[in-house]
């Protein structure tokens, strides 16, 4: 698939899950970077430009609860998906709290439906 313009950025503490997502949307034409954790990923955004985050809920050293809100603070307008394993049907808590995210999924979720989001979340039709 032809490159786009858009770097996504994955944090995913489960190494096989992380490769997945890297490859998935590698292969969807997107620039990919990974994090392991919240401060990772802080670390990431002050470094990068990027246009997505997808984020697992709960990781070590610093979850995505503790993290996003510094997220929103300093990249308000970022798209966010969460995916969860632990947790059931957060988004409406998450956004009550001022963290806004533009899709939370359950794990397991299939490729074929975060690729969908990502493009319909970047303005991309999903289709092409």
């Given amino acids: 698939m032809e490159k786009?313009?858009?770097?996504?950025?994955?944090?995913?503490?489960?190494?096989?899950?992380?490769?997945l997502y890297q490859e998935t949307l590698t292969e969807a034409g997107y620039r990919v970077l990974s994090a392991k954790n919240g401060l990772e990923v802080l670390a990431e955004l002050r470094d990068e430009a990027v246009?997505?985050?997808?984020?697992d809920l709960k990781m070590p050293d610093m979850s995505a609860l503790d993290m996003l809100p510094q997220v929103r603070k300093d990249h308000p307008r970022l798209p966010i998906i969460v995916v969860s394993a632990y947790y059931r049907d957060l988004q409406e808590d998450f956004n009550s709290k001022g963290n806004e995210v533009q899709a939370f999924f359950n794990k397991p979720v299939g490729m074929a439906q975060i690729l969908r989001k990502v493009a319909e979340l970047l303005g991309e039709n999903p289709n092409s």
């Fill in 4 to 19: 786009n313009p858009y770097t996504i950025l994955v944090a995913e503490d489960e190494p096989n899950s992380r490769l």
């Fill in 51 to 55: 246009d997505l985050l997808i984020t």
